[in-house]
């Protein structure tokens, strides 16, 4: 995949996500994206993905912490889980693949379920 077909996503994404109110790029080069994809004042997801070095992160935040993420790290994933999101979930839940529009939905869920919306 290359690094237009990844913003592709990411922006499509959003848009299809009822959460996602607006999305800031925040850096690109020829191997990597970086945005914000804004929920409210106080939440946002940040979505990186390195298309050279197949490394993807997920992480929704509120208040400035991370509160829920998932990362792919040299082809493995792992999740953050909101109930302790310092921690790293190996579990087969945690290492199952996830894309861009699943993380957004997972967000809705999480979000909905604790009143945060």
């Avoid at 999305?23 to 106080?42: G, M, P, R, S, W």
């Amino acid at each position: 995949m290359n690094i237009k077909e990844v913003r592709n996503q990411i922006v499509t994404a959003a848009r299809d996500s009822p959460v996602i109110t607006s999305t800031e790029l925040i850096d690109e080069t020829n191997y990597a994206v970086k945005y914000h994809l804004i929920i409210d004042q106080l939440t946002f997801v940040q979505v990186y993905h390195n298309v050279d070095t197949e490394t993807i992160s997920y992480v929704l935040v509120r208040s400035l912490s991370r509160i829920y993420g998932r990362d792919c790290c040299d082809g493995t994933w792992h999740k953050h889980p909101f109930e302790n999101p310092h921690s790293h979930n190996f579990s087969p839940d945690g290492q199952k693949h996830c894309t861009i529009q699943d993380f957004l939905e997972e967000v809705e869920e999480i979000l909905t379920e604790e009143n945060l919306l």
